[in-house]
């Protein structure tokens, strides 16, 4: 059960997709509550053999097993859909394992993926350590490359475009139009990363996308709570990611789909707060002096502000900055913070702070490192939901100790 499933109140009368995404919800049971349940159960039983094989044989769409579908997952993957613009979509256990799904599901030994360079981690790690293992090539385009260099680089068996924007950790913005309108020119999947935006900010699948992925363990969730990933987009394509996964078995677990549910109904709210946090932030240390450059969407001093005004509803919840003493200013400025916390995670509540070179990217070789500018003191801070001033304060007293 993969496809979008909305209420029939739905289709009585036009509503947003705010509403629509706290609105949708699995069947109230007999027992009339308010709030959806939760579904913890590994399987699910049937009335009689006919109903039983009909659901084996994908005639109905009854739930089988937790691997396969799940009303709890379910639910979470509707309101993801609502928001993003998809007809359907597939929750997974992380959001590299959402990435991974979209890779191996879709692309076969000789096919070509062309990827942004400025990417997470983990991601590159798959792209350049494990589809080579299956038979899938692989090249990287810069996150600054123009529409010519994008068309250059696209390859007769180029079977998937992915990329990041904003970029992790260097916020680079990418033009979703231009690479969109290249992807259905040449026939190729678009898949988009739209973690760092959420669909609060930007949606994807407006631009040509054709999926759209996320590791919900950032700002979906929004309070560091709990693992999750989704992807979103096209039915057809949808529908081999479900095959693949259900087989492959990175099922999301029915009660991280309900705390995910439950943290989607204020989304919009959070992240509102996030970006008004960050733009404050971003504004207030554009010309400090112990900083070499920052970056922030919606400053007009980032060199993509005009794209990310365009297809942006605001600047996003992280701010990044080079440190002008390098790695050891780095560490000094982690070491002297005293609210932000020093952890893996982005998209909390709790503001964080993190230093891509030695942590999330760390697995990058130098050169590969400076190739997406992930200089020695990049700092990344993840804009919490504290008070605006008490973020700044603390950031720049950890300033002047670096």
Not at 301 to 311: R, Y
Request: proline share 4%; aromatic share 8%; charged share 25%.
């Amino acid at each position: 059960m993969v496809e979008l499933h909305l209420h029939k109140y739905f289709k009585n009368r036009p509503m947003r997709p705010q509403t629509k995404a706290i609105r949708t919800r699995v069947d109230q049971t007999n027992e009339m509550e308010h709030s959806s349940p939760v579904f913890l159960t590994s399987s699910f039983s049937f009335d009689n053999a006919e109903e039983m094989r009909a659901a084996f044989a994908d005639e109905t769409d009854d739930n089988i097993y937790s691997r396969f579908s799940n009303p709890s997952v379910q639910e979470f993957t509707d309101r993801v859909c609502v928001l993003e613009g998809a007809e359907a979509g597939f929750a997974t256990a992380s959001g590299m394992s959402a990435v991974f799904g979209s890779f191996m599901a879709l692309m076969k030994q000789g096919d070509h993926l062309l990827s942004c360079n400025a990417i997470f981690g983990s991601t590159h790690t798959v792209i350049a350590k494990y589809l080579p293992k299956f038979g899938i090539e692989h090249s990287y385009v810069s996150a600054t490359a123009t529409e010519a260099e994008w068309e250059a680089a696209i390859r007769p068996n180029t079977k998937m475009i992915y990329l990041e924007t904003p970029t992790n950790p260097g916020l680079d913005i990418l033009d979703l139009e231009m690479i969109g309108k290249l992807a259905k020119k040449h026939k190729i999947i678009l898949n988009v990363d739209n973690c760092f935006a959420t669909p609060v900010a930007q949606q994807p699948i407006a631009y040509g996308a054709d999926l759209v992925v996320h590791s919900a363990t950032k700002w979906l969730d929004g309070q560091g709570r709990v693992l999750g990933g989704v992807v979103v987009g096209r039915k057809d394509l949808i529908k081999d990611i479900y095959l693949f996964c259900r087989s492959t078995g990175p099922a999301l677990s029915p009660f991280n789909a309900w705390v995910l549910s439950r943290s989607m109904e204020t989304l919009e709210v959070r992240m509102e707060r996030h970006a008004a946090n960050a733009h404050y932030i971003a504004e207030k240390l554009e010309k400090h002096p112990k900083l070499s450059w920052l970056k922030y969407p919606f400053l007009k001093s980032h060199p993509q502000h005009a794209i990310a005004v365009k297809q942006m509803q605001n600047g996003g919840g992280i701010v990044c900055f080079e440190l002008k003493g390098g790695i050891e200013a780095g560490r000094k400025f982690l070491d002297a913070l005293d609210i932000l916390s020093l952890t893996a995670n982005l998209g909390d509540t709790r503001s964080i702070a993190s230093h891509p070179a030695s942590t999330t990217h760390a697995k990058l070789s130098e050169e590969e490192r400076q190739a997406v500018n992930i200089t020695p003191g990049l700092i990344r801070i993840s804009v919490g939901l504290e008070h605006k001033d008490d973020i700044l304060e603390d950031i720049l007293q950890a300033l002047e100790k670096c």
